[in-house]
């Protein structure tokens, strides 16, 4: 059976035109997708039953799932400040029941923008945000600038569908109608592929989007011979290239988020778009990496006001970054305990916090095993989101979309997994 | 006079969420009175008996109120926030927010301050004679403006973003600063004594003063050549000229 | 509780024509009925003030326009902050609530009903995802089409049937009750950072112009015989001398002849549309000549878009104005663009009562209701929160119905208002009667909820109802103002389907509300045309497959859905 309009449970380019070939309940053919998103469908050795040890250096043993369950609602009970984290990997369905827990236990919910866009969001809250939905982009745009990102790698399929190869309305020679250009520390596989590479200095994005700034603005006399590696030649001559666009759009990722001043990068790429506009058109997108981490921003941001980093100890949410995100908290030793779904802590996590980690009780919730499972005391494994599970996805640029369900496996959703823990949660504590 | 000693009972981990621990509820209020207070470790409310010994002497109110803590509160947060009068002296570290919202009177804090001292300060006075954190004396999430009023001192270094979002005030860093002092600062002044890098970016009012050494400087500030100023040197700079700024920023 | 009886009401029901009556109201199964028998439940309003639950046909409360609101103000979430209650999630926000406290504060002023003026059809699931989390009221939402490529290539080619089959498919795939009309054609010409200037200013690249797209989505409207009228934001909206525009798009449906009782075009927020002069300098309101418009015509409603001074969220789908007043107030600005389909920004700001543009536009409000003789034709609304937050409803209710009142809030705000404006001469003071039209009988009217039981408390109604802690006959609502505003402010009962819902201001119970949406049909040879065309620009166009598109079913767990088509 094939069935089509599958959508991607990978990344942030949530492509929906895939078509998986599906018989006797096995998958056996994904077509259309990338490399990365046909293995997330094809699945892999998953977790086959639920497991617990007192110590991280013990053997797991199999359980029950009312075992796991109910030991992991009393670890939850028990603590004082319990993190939730990941997120990003399910589907916004269970995501709702994730704040709700959150909330009854008192704990920090925070998902994996904290290690990777979250930076983007303190930037649109200083600035805003200039966008728009990867369609108007593929159709008008013909001034494409890639910061600090590297869709080769990283988002496989996007230069094909929206950013580079597209044909659109007003784009219809497709690659032959744009302008590429790459701003990174290294030639990466996207720059080799750009009409122009510009390298910047590690770490010195700010000062060079600055000095962006003060070229698009006319005031270029400020500016010295050379920011961040580039000479000023090459800023005043780029600056012009942006205001001569019909419409230009910047992507951008963790080579901006994740570096020196991080969400100030992102902060003065916005004021640098939103400059632009006063020009031409002009537009900026984060390159969200997993495919629902921009989900679980929207259904906490109307869910709570805040978009990760909340802390629900005092009953009411408060958000502070720097001060409520997960590591923030790990690494001052505040957490006690941490309960893992649908993100990968130990894999993106650095190392002292995992290290912190490793002294608390971790419950994880998720069907692969992965480095989070080797500091877990407590695993859960349910269905792939995506997969095996329908629900509902946001792609990077928020448009939304309902992911299928292709096959039919015998382990639990996730959602009634955190219905379980929370029903258990609630007769601990003694409330209805 | 009223006199209130907080003595920490044991060494805290989870932070303690204190801002209950100001000369405005204090005031007037016996040792049991105080006792009583809750404060949070985490999701649990704690009475600040169980979290302190508490000795307190006379009775008065907020503006003659004089709280001493004595021992490591580097994981109490949030001590003094918006009090209005009376003094605060923490004999050891403080964490975050410590004097956030604050209106009036003072704190002294002899150790390290964590991030956020003096968030949204609005009138008073924040001693530090050790070094602080992040955000010295910055502002909230979103909103335009962070410390409107009062002074901060930090006797050693600071972290990034002093005065962030800056609108009026004064800022003294003794020591060092790290990145971006005062950005997009609309009044106010902030000194710093030693070094910073990237000082006043987004600036578009108020005054940066910095006698150490800059190595990176915004390239959106227009030399305005030496100007003296308290009998000292400095090139003047005026911007940032991306925001149409009038700021000034002084470099040694 | 299934039967319910409140005895003692002073019931203000204007589509039943029931003016300040005493009497008592039977409920049973969530209906109003005729009578019930003795084990009914007993709520003495000892005459106090009953109306039917509030009603808010225009209001930004879900989706992607609201979320990007919550998501760049922290600022604004750390207000209005409420920890968790046994029944409670906790609050957050002030002009953009989470979406309990959207749904909680509306129940707490005793609304039961409320209509997102706004859906993006690529964006529509996001809506509906947040609507199935608010609580308590019934909603519905209105569907943009006012600079989408079906709909103008479709008019271009002069081809109604297909603009009115695509409106059909449009509705059914985002699931909205009616047609949204924002600055026809200019989130187009958005697209590249470009607006229309005037209605018979051809969009670039489309070659239709707004007055085409107005008339063509209106007559469509009709010959699908749709419950609302097209519901409209004029261009140039916020743009001193915009009055001009406005008085001619008045006109643009006047000989339309809508299939329903209804007016042939609703628009929206007229205050922002009623600005004389020709730059900041001398603008002046041109309320007067709105309202003079009103009075002379019987084929539009409006609404007020009332400003409140303090923070508000602007939010529209009106692109330029967004960036406009975002590089004016050099604020914030968060644009979002919708391929094929509209244009959306939303641009944080304040209003200052010293600021005499300020206070131009909140006298404007004023004078459009005020000057305006039919109560049924001018709809209270702040546009929340493009004017100001909706909490603020029963301050603005407080304003209609008292001259003292204004003059208290005039003798804050800038003098220069007074000359540009005519609120000082203004003498008239809305009833109960009025103001219960004005907040939810006209909107239930207007939107063509009537017959689904809602804005009124005649038998068969739905049991949506308010009781407010004073007294009518007691109260004197030109002088007690302050009276007034508390006790609009906390009902003190809200009574949703016959359950209660608010108790003192403070809620008692959380069930789900309904989503009202539009199934409607067009002859089978359009809708072929039509299908070929969208499949075309899916397949070309659009970044996601069309078996992906529509929203479905999982997405509205509560429906309630009006059939209708061609004759």
Known sequence: MLIKDVICPFCGCLCDDLAVEVENNKVIDVKHACKIGAAKIRGHNRIEAPMMRESKTDEFREVSYDEAINEAARILVDSKRPLMYGWASCLCEMMKKGVLLAEEVGGILDNTASVCHGPSALGVQEKGIPTGTLGQFANRADVVIFWGCNPVQAHPRHMSRYSVFAKGFFTNKGRKDRKIVVVDVRKTDTAEMADEYVQVNPGEDYKLLAAFRAAVADKADVIPDTVAGVSKEKIVELAAAMKGAKYGIVYFGMGVTQTRCKYKNIDIAVSLTTDLNAYTKFSIIPMRGHYNVTGAGQVFAWETGYVNGIDMSRGVPYYNPGETCSNDMLMREELDSAFVIGGDAGAHFPAQSIARMAKIPVIQVDPFHNPTTEMANIVIPVKVSGVELAGTAYRMDSVCLRMRKLVDVDFPSDEEVLDKILAKVKEIKGVS | MQKITLVPKEQFKISIEAETITPDNFAGKSAQDIGAMIAYEGNTPRPLSELFDITVDGSADAADVKIEINGNVARVKRIGEGMSAGEIVVNGDVDMRCGALMRGGSITVTGYADSWVGREMRGGEITVKGNAGFYVGAGYRGEPCGMTGGKITVFGNARDYVGEHLCGGEIIIKGNAGILPGVSNKGGKIIIEGDTDMPGSEMTKGTIIVKGTVTEMMPVYQNEGIETVDGVEYTKYVGDVTVDGVGELFVK | ?567
Not at chain 3, 127 to 149: A, Q, Y
Not at chain 3, 374 to 400: E, R
Not at chain 3, 537 to 542: A, T
Request: net charge negative; glycine share 8%.
């Open chain 3, 1 to 567: 509780m299934s039967e319910l009886l409140i005895k003692n009401a002073v019931v203000y029901d204007p589509i039943n024509k029931v003016n300040g009556e005493k009497m008592d109201i039977a409920v049973k199964d969530g209906k109003i009925v005729d009578s019930i028998g003795n084990g009914a439940d007993v709520i003495d309003a000892a005459g106090r003030l009953v109306y039917p639950g509030g009603v808010d046909a225009h209001t930004h409360i879900a989706g992607s326009k609201v979320n990007i609101g919550r998501i760049m103000r922290p600022d604004d979430s750390r207000l209005n902050n409420k920890p968790r209650t046994k029944i409670t999630r906790p609050y957050t926000g002030y002009t953009v609530p989470n979406v309990y406290a959207m749904g909680y504060g509306y129940a707490e002023m005793g609304y039961t009903t409320a209509f997102e003026a706004a859906i993006p059809i690529l964006k529509a699931r996001h809506t509906h995802e947040e609507f199935e989390e608010i609580p308590i009221i019934d909603k519905g939402g209105l569907t943009l089409f006012s600079s989408n490529w079906m709909v103008m290539d479709a008019i271009r080619e002069d081809d109604l049937d297909r603009v009115a089959a695509y409106v059909a498919w449009g509705l059914e795939a985002s699931r909205g009750w009616g047609v949204k009309i924002v600055n026809p054609g200019g989130g187009e010409a958005w697209g590249f950072g470009k607006n229309v200037a005037g209605l018979d200013d051809p969009v670039p690249n489309f070659e239709v112009t707004p007055r085409q797209i107005i008339r063509y989505l209106a007559e469509a409207n009709e010959k699908l015989n749709l419950p609302h009228s097209i519901h409209l934001h004029c261009n140039n909206l916020g743009k001193p001398g915009n009055y001009t525009t406005t008085l001619e798009t008045f006109d643009i449906c006047k000989d339309i002849k809508p299939k329903r009782d209804r007016q042939a075009v609703h628009l929206t927020h007229i205050q922002f549309n009623s600005w004389g002069g020709n730059h900041w300098g001398d603008m002046e309101s041109k309320g007067d000549e709105i309202a003079k418009y009103m009075n002379k015509n019987d084929h539009l409603t409006i609404d007020m878009g009332q400003l409140v001074f303090g923070s508000a969220t602007t939010m529209t789908a009106d692109g330029p104005v967004q960036y406009a007043n975002a590089k004016l107030l050099k604020a914030r600005w968060a644009n979002g663009d919708v391929e094929l389909e509209d244009a959306s920004g939303v641009t944080p700001l304040s209003y200052h009562p010293e600021s005499y543009i300020h206070g131009i536009m909140w006298a404007i409000g004023l004078e459009l209701a005020l000057l305006t003789e039919d109560p049924w034709k001018v709809l209270m609304t702040t546009d929340h929160p493009n004017g100001g937050p909706y909490v603020n409803y029963p301050d603005v209710v407080t304003l209609l119905m008292s001259k003292k009142k204004r003059e208290e809030a005039m003798a804050k705000i800038a003098d220069l208002t007074f000359e540009r404006t005519s609120i000082a001469t203004i003498d008239r003071e809305l009833d109960w009667y009025d103001i219960a039209i004005k907040t939810r009988s006209a909107h239930s009217k207007i939107l063509g909820m009537v017959e689904y039981g809602k804005g009124h408390l005649g038998v068969g109604a739905d049991a949506d109802i308010a009781i407010y802690d004073l007294k009518p006959d007691e109260t004197d609502s030109t002088i007690e103002y302050e009276k007034v505003k508390a006790a609009l402010r906390r009902a003190a009962y809200t009574i949703k389907d016959g359950a209660i819902v608010v108790k003192d201001g403070e809620i008692t119970a959380t069930p789900m509300g309904r989503t009202y949406w539009v199934k409607s049909t067009a002859p089978s040879d359009a809708h072929d045309r039509m299908m070929a065309d969208l499949k075309m620009k899916f397949k070309n166009y659009y970044s996601v497959n069309f078996a992906n598109y529509m929203v479905q079913d999982e997405y509205v767990h509560n429906p309630v859905i009006e059939e209708c088509g061609y004759a």
